[in-house]
């Protein structure tokens, strides 16, 4: 077969040999994809080599500790407001804003730094730098360890509260529930609900 024929378009030949070509260079992209991939089960992402889920396990972390703090008030809230005349049976929801957390003792150093810079033209002129700098106080233990110094823990702060309660229903009692969430949480009246549970068949 001449050279022209086997070049030809309209030659089956030459749309094998297209088509040849085209599968040897994806194979080629193909093989070439996997080099410098770190092996399975290394634990590390492809940008810096931090091990993998490790923001995840520190967030689950802080989440676990609100968890923790929302179910412990809403047990607590829970046994006392079931102690309420008429209120009967009490399930109760806390949402936190934030969880509890310490306030360290912080010491503060305030300073200003002039200087004077003068340009080839003979003018000048100040430039006033801030050197203050804040620190956290650092306290020495009997044992030798070195702990900040707490100046005080806030307690948690809560989003809302959501109460179910059988004996809701009577305006007295819902008013009396309502009473006793604002005080015991110390949260604004707007984040509070109380609401009636709804009866079994038969009670």
């Known amino acids: 077969m001449a050279k022209g024929e086997l070049f030809n378009p309209r030659n089956k030949k030459f749309w094998f040999l297209v088509g040849a070509a085209l599968l040897g260079v994806v194979l080629m992209l193909l093989g070439g994809s996997g080099h410098g991939e770190p ?45 309420i005349s008429g209120a009967g049976r009490v399930e109760v929801t806390v949402q936190l804003a934030s969880s509890t957390h310490n306030e360290y003792a912080i010491n503060t150093t305030t300073g200003l730094k002039t200087t004077e810079e003068k340009d080839q033209s003979g003018g000048s002129r100040q430039i006033t730098e801030n050197t203050g ?44 529930l309502f009473q ?18 709804q009866r079994s068949e038969g009670s």
């Open 39 to 83: 092996p399975a089960g290394s634990g590390k992402d492809a940008a810096g080599g931090v091990p993998a889920g490790r923001e995840v396990q520190l967030s689950e972390k802080a989440d676990s500790v609100m968890t923790r703090e929302e179910k412990e008030l809403a047990a607590q809230l829970r046994r006392m407001l079931g102690q």
């Open 133 to 176: 700098s804040r620190t956290v106080v650092i306290a020495r233990s009997g044992q030798g360890l070195e702990e900040p110094v707490v100046e005080r823990e806030v307690a948690p702060e809560v989003a809302g509260v959501l109460v179910v309660a059988e004996g809701a229903s009577v305006p007295w009692v819902k008013a009396s």
């Open 180 to 197: 006793a969430i604002q005080v015991a949480l110390g949260v604004e009246p707007h984040r509070i609900i109380v609401l009636p549970m």
